[in-house]
């Protein structure tokens, strides 16, 4: 059974800092994303990946926000200055389409904890 | 724009009773998936299933049946002879083939809660 993998699960940071999650999305899938859950609320997308660019965000996905495939298996998600309100999971996903169906798999997510 | 509506909050059952979870959508496209996920209090979140929109047959796995009505685009999820661990916030996700892959929108969730 293929799976997305992410680290770390959880991650505790200070306000203000960088902090990068790091996804590694099912090998053979070409389209990569990020969603996030405040705690308590639904699961919202941020942003979607395809060749090696981004082909959607939401409003939420800010500049503060940046995504990266830095090698052929992983596919990151840079905060650049966490604000409290950041504090979420954060979920990768990752996606193919095969005689018309869709295969999407989601990771196990990373716990953002903003201090 | 999609939307996802789970208009029940939290819904409490006695182990073995049927409970229906209720899922209505809204999408301005003939092709689109619609999905259900649970997530445990372990927080990931577990795929149970995906319909595409020509599919209307209503599907049964063991004690889990979906109902898809296009009529009233709702997409209703029956879990029979509840159990204690299926104690979870169940999701149910739309996704519009667009040029940008496809992204879920997701609905807001509804608690379930099995008691002994």
Same mark, same amino acid.
């Given at each position: 059974?293929?799976?997305?993998?992410?680290? #770390?699960?959880?991650? @505790?940071?200070?306000?203000?800092?960088? *902090?990068i999650?790091?996804?590694?999305?099912?090998?053979?899938?070409?389209?990569?994303?990020?969603?996030?859950?405040?705690?308590? /609320?639904k699961?919202?997308f941020?942003?979607?990946?395809?060749?090696?660019?981004?082909?959607?965000?939401?409003?939420?996905?800010?500049?503060?926000?940046? *995504?990266?495939?830095?090698?052929?298996?992983?596919?990151?998600?840079?905060?650049?200055?966490?604000?409290?309100?950041?504090?979420a999971?954060?979920?990768?996903?990752?996606? @193919? @389409?095969? /005689?018309? *169906?869709?295969? /999407?798999?989601?990771? #196990?997510?990373?716990?953002?904890? @903003?201090? | &724009? =999609?939307?996802? !509506? =789970? &208009? =029940? !909050?939290?819904?409490?059952?006695?182990?073995?009773?049927?409970?229906?979870?209720?899922?209505?959508?809204?999408?301005?496209?003939?092709?689109?998936?619609?999905?259900?996920?649970k997530?445990?209090?372990?927080?990931?979140?577990?795929?149970?299933?995906?319909?595409?929109?020509?599919?209307?047959?209503?599907?049964?796995?063991?004690?889990?049946?979906?109902?898809?009505?296009?009529?009233?685009?709702?997409?209703?999820f029956?879990?029979? &002879?509840?159990?204690?661990?299926?104690?979870?916030?169940?999701?149910? &996700?739309?996704?519009?083939? !667009?040029?940008?892959?496809?992204?879920?929108?997701?609905?807001?969730? !509804? =608690?379930?809660?099995?008691?002994?």
């Amino acid at each position: 059974e293929p799976e997305v993998t992410q680290t #770390p699960s959880h991650q @505790v940071t200070q306000m203000g800092q960088e *902090v990068i999650l790091r996804c590694v999305p099912i090998s053979n899938h070409l389209y990569f994303y990020w969603y996030r859950q405040i705690l308590g /609320q639904k699961v919202e997308f941020l942003v979607s990946f395809y060749n090696n660019e981004i082909s959607e965000k939401s409003e939420i996905f800010d500049d503060q926000f940046s *995504v990266e495939r830095p090698d052929g298996s992983n596919f990151t998600l840079k905060i650049r200055s966490t604000k409290l309100e950041d504090s979420a999971m954060y979920f990768c996903a990752s996606s @193919v @389409v095969r /005689q018309g *169906v869709i295969e /999407q798999y989601f990771g #196990p997510g990373t716990r953002l904890t @903003v201090t | &724009a =999609q939307k996802v !509506t =789970q &208009a =029940q !909050t939290e819904i409490s059952v006695v182990e073995k009773e049927d409970v229906t979870l209720d899922c209505v959508y809204e999408t301005r496209d003939t092709t689109y998936y619609l999905f259900w996920y649970k997530q445990p209090p372990s927080g990931e979140l577990v795929f149970l299933i995906r319909r595409n929109s020509f599919d209307e047959q209503n599907e049964i796995s063991g004690r889990y049946s979906w109902n898809f009505q296009k009529s009233t685009s709702s997409f209703n999820f029956t879990i029979t &002879a509840s159990q204690v661990v299926d104690s979870a916030v169940y999701f149910c &996700a739309l996704s519009e083939s !667009t040029g940008g892959g496809n992204k879920l929108t997701f609905g807001t969730g !509804t =608690q379930l809660k099995v008691e002994l």
